[in-house]
C-alpha cells in the first residue's frame, strides 16, 4: 500500500519552555506536541480509558500529568502528541510515537474522544504518523491493539500493518516494515 500525505510543516508553538516541537497537518487535523496546557484534556480521555490500562500510573492527577509531558516532550518531541480539528481547534484525541526496542522502531498509540470516533481523526493521525516514520527513516512501526479493538484493527490494517503473531500481555502486535517498496512517502 502506497502512503501518501500533502505538504508535512514543521512550526514552532506552545510552550517556549520546549526545546523542540512537531506539528504536521492534514486538510481536516492538527497533529502536535502537548504541552503542559493539555494535562486536563489528557486526564479526561485517560479517565475513559480501560482501567485495567491506567490503574497502575502515577499520572492520575493534571498536576502530575503536566510535569510528565514537559519532562517527555523536551526529551522526545513525538511521546505525547495532541490531535486537534482544523475547523474548530479542539482537541479531539492524542497519539504516542515512541521508542521501541531498536532507534529504528517505535510503537504507535492513536486514542480519539469516543464523541468524535468514526470521523476520520484517527485515520488522518495514522497517514501523519507512518509519514514521520518515513522521514525518519526507522525500518518498523508497532502498534498493540486489543483483538475486540476491531475498529483499530482495521484501521492499522488498511495503512499496511499487519498482525505479527506476537503478543504483549493479552494485545496483538501489528507492524508496518517501512523499508518496504510498497510503503513509499
Known amino acids: 500500500m502506497r502512503v501518501g500525505v500533502g505538504v508535512l510543516r514543521s512550526q514552532p508553538m506552545g510552550d517556549s519552555k520546549s526545546s523542540a516541537t512537531f506539528v504536521r497537518r492534514t486538510e481536516r487535523i492538527t497533529l502536535r506536541s502537548a504541552n503542559p496546557d493539555d494535562a486536563e484534556f489528557l486526564h479526561s480521555l485517560r479517565s475513559l480509558a480501560d482501567p485495567r490500562l491506567t490503574s497502575w500510573s502515577p499520572l492520575k492527577e493534571p498536576q502530575y500529568l503536566r510535569e510528565f509531558i514537559r519532562k517527555l516532550t523536551a526529551e522526545d518531541p513525538l511521546f505525547a502528541l495532541i490531535i486537534s480539528r ?15 526496542g531498536d532507534l529504528r522502531s517505535r510503537e504507535i498509540t492513536i486514542h480519539v474522544h469516543p464523541s468524535h470516533n468514526r470521523l476520520g481523526f484517527a485515520s488522518d493521525a ?60
Open 86 to 100: 482544523n475547523d474548530t481547534n479542539e482537541s479531539v484525541g492524542h497519539c504516542v510515537l515512541h521508542k521501541f
Open 126 to 185: 495514522l497517514k501523519l504518523l507512518v509519514a514521520e516514520g518515513l522521514s525518519l527513516h526507522l525500518s518498523y512501526l508497532i502498534a498493540k491493539i486489543h483483538p475486540e479493538n476491531t475498529s483499530s484493527i482495521h484501521l492499522f490494517s488498511r495503512y499496511g500493518f499487519h498482525e505479527s503473531g506476537e503478543k504483549s500481555s493479552d494485545l496483538s502486535i501489528f507492524q508496518l516494515d517501512l523499508t518496504s517498496p510498497q510503503c513509499t512517502p
